[in-house]
C-alpha cells in the first residue's frame, strides 16, 4: 500500500513515531471497526479513529440529537439538534478525513442483530449506555472471535477494558446491576466523555498496529475528581454464560 503526498503529510506524525511507522499507518488503513453508539464515548472515539486514518468505519446509533447531548457528545454542533446522530456524525467524520469510508446505520444493535453487524470487522468499540446492548455486543464478539473495545463512564469516573475471548465483558459484569443509573438521572462531567473516548480509540489504535501493550484482560479504572488512574486484571469467571464454553 502506497500513501500519496496528501496522506504522507496528513499522517506525519503517525509515520515518525517508532511502534507505528509506515507499517502500522498501512495496518490503520486496511481496519475495518465498528462503533456502537455515537454517543459520549463513541463520538470522541470515532473522531480520533477517522483522524488517525482507519480505512472504514461503521457507526451504529438509532438515537437523534438532543441539546443535553451537547454538553459531552462533541462530535455534534447545536444545528444537528434532532437530525439523526448517525446521519450529523457522518457529515462531521467525512469533513475530518474525507479518505475515511463511512458506513451509518440508524438502528439499534440487538441479540439477534449483533453477529450479522460485527461480521466483517476488524475491532469492535463498544461506547453504547445499556447493558442489554453491551451483553449483546459481548456475546457476537466472543462468538465471532474479533476484538472488542469497551469505554463506559458515569458521573465522575470512567473505565476501559480490551476483550479477546476470555476475559470476557460478562466475566466482569455478569448481569446488570440493580443500581445501574443512566448519565440522565445521575449526570456526568462533560469533560470525562472525551477522556474515556480518547482512551478507547488509543486501545482501538495499539490493537490494530501491534504498537505497545493492549489492555486485553485489564481494567483501566479513571477517577476524575481525584486525578487517579489504576489498572486491574480481570480473572475468566468459570461460571461465566458467555465464554466459559457452556
Wanted: proline content about 5%.
Amino acid at each position: 500500500m502506497n500513501f500519496s503526498d496528501i496522506e504522507i503529510e496528513r499522517y506525519a506524525r503517525h509515520l515518525v513515531l517508532a511502534e507505528i511507522g509506515g507499517p502500522g499507518q498501512q495496518a490503520l488503513a486496511r481496519a475495518r471497526v465498528l462503533i456502537v453508539g455515537l454517543g459520549g464515548v463513541g463520538g470522541p472515539a470515532a473522531l480520533y479513529l477517522a483522524a488517525a486514518g482507519v480505512g472504514a468505519l461503521t457507526v451504529i446509533d438509532d438515537d437523534t440529537v438532543a441539546l443535553s447531548n451537547l454538553q459531552r457528545q462533541i462530535v455534534f454542533d447545536t444545528a444537528d439538534v434532532g437530525r439523526a446522530k448517525v446521519e450529523a456524525g457522518t457529515e462531521r467524520l467525512e469533513a475530518l478525513n474525507p479518505g475515511v469510508a463511512i458506513r451509518a446505520l440508524a438502528e439499534r444493535l440487538t441479540a439477534a442483530t449483533a453477529t450479522g453487524m460485527i461480521a466483517g470487522h476488524d475491532l469492535v468499540l463498544d461506547g453504547s449506555d445499556d447493558f442489554s446492548t453491551r451483553f449483546a455486543v459481548n456475546a457476537a464478539c466472543v462468538a465471532t472471535g474479533v476484538p472488542l473495545v469497551s469505554g463506559a463512564l458515569g458521573r465522575w469516573s470512567g473505565q476501559v477494558a480490551v476483550f479477546e475471548g476470555r476475559p470476557c465483558y460478562r466475566c466482569l459484569v455478569p448481569d446488570i446491576p440493580p443500581e445501574a443509573e443512566s448519565c440522565a438521572r445521575a449526570g456526568v462531567v462533560g469533560a470525562l466523555a472525551g477522556v474515556i473516548g480518547a482512551m478507547a480509540a488509543l486501545e482501538a489504535i495499539k490493537r490494530i498496529t501491534g504498537a505497545g501493550t493492549p489492555l486485553s484482560g485489564r481494567l483501566m479504572l479513571y477517577e476524575g475528581l481525584a486525578g487517579t488512574a489504576r489498572t486491574v486484571a480481570l480473572p475468566a469467571d468459570p461460571a461465566c454464560p458467555v465464554c466459559a464454553g457452556g
